[in-house]
Nanobody, 123 residues
């Protein structure tokens, strides 16, 4: 059974950093596209960053230069290093996979999701 479990969220002040982790079980994370999404209260879920099977990454414009997505293949874990956090980054963060080699832009293709981890950034 494929399962994703996020951790690492918390409360920080603006300018601070957090590192989110997503533990993968049931398949090898290195074999598929994986992504981070977030959803703020009253807003739609949006893509934050993706990483394909070949390591190709992409980022939302709002987080470019501040967030870094990576995989720890030895631990079968997806990571998101978040630096220079802003109050607008406050949201529930989710990891997901589309069980494909390449990452698409359509949120509907992501069929496996974690339960989320809350990130709160205060000004």
């Amino acid at each position: 059974q494929v399962q994703l479990v996020e951790s690492g969220g918390g409360s920080v002040q603006a300018g601070g950093s957090l590192r989110l982790s997503c533990a993968v079980s049931g398949y090898t994370s290195s074999g598929y596209c994986m992504a981070w999404f977030r959803q703020a209260p009253g807003k739609e879920r949006e893509g934050v960053a993706t990483i394909g099977r070949d390591g190709t990454t992409s980022y939302a414009d709002s987080v470019k230069g501040r967030f870094t997505i990576s995989k720890d293949n030895a631990k079968n874990t997806l990571l998101l290093q978040m630096n220079s956090l802003k109050p607008d980054d406050t949201a529930m963060y989710y990891c997901a996979t589309n069980l494909k080699r390449f990452c698409g832009l359509d949120i509907q293709e992501y069929t496996v999701w974690g339960q989320g981890t809350q990130v709160t950034v205060s000004s």
